[in-house]
């Protein structure tokens, strides 16, 4: 089966390589901070202000604004909306790998 990708298939949200950090680290783990998402994807606070913003507008992450020890705290999450297009994500990356390696062969 020749399934062919275009770009229309590859998630333009997630597959900027910021934003890409940001989902696959929030696929494994329930909930993160701001300053452990900053932490582990090593964007300043405007980059990662904005590429959430990104996320959360494309209902891909809810954030939460809450305070801890009258500190404010924001939390981070993966949306249902947002695993389900992540894995639809790796799914496309998993063809294209397939396809590159099954024409690697015919050569």
């Known amino acids: 089966m020749n399934r062919s990708i275009t770009p229309d298939k590859i998630d333009s949200v997630i597959h900027e390589p910021a934003r890409l950090a940001?989902?696959?680290?929030?696929?494994?783990?329930?909930?993160?901070?701001?300053?452990?998402?900053?932490?582990?994807?090593?964007?300043?606070?405007?980059?990662?202000?904005?590429?959430?913003?990104?996320l959360e507008l494309a209902g891909y992450i809810k954030v939460n604004k809450s305070f801890k020890n009258r500190r404010p705290l924001t939390t981070m999450r993966l949306t249902r909306k947002g695993r389900a297009a992540f894995n639809h994500y790796l799914d496309t990356l998993e063809h294209i790998v397939e396809a590159g390696r099954k024409s690697e062969k015919k050569q």
């Open 22 to 54: 940001i989902v696959s680290t929030l696929a494994v783990a329930p909930e993160m901070s701001f300053k452990e998402l900053k932490a582990s994807s090593s964007l300043s606070d405007g980059n990662l202000s904005a590429h959430a913003r990104t």
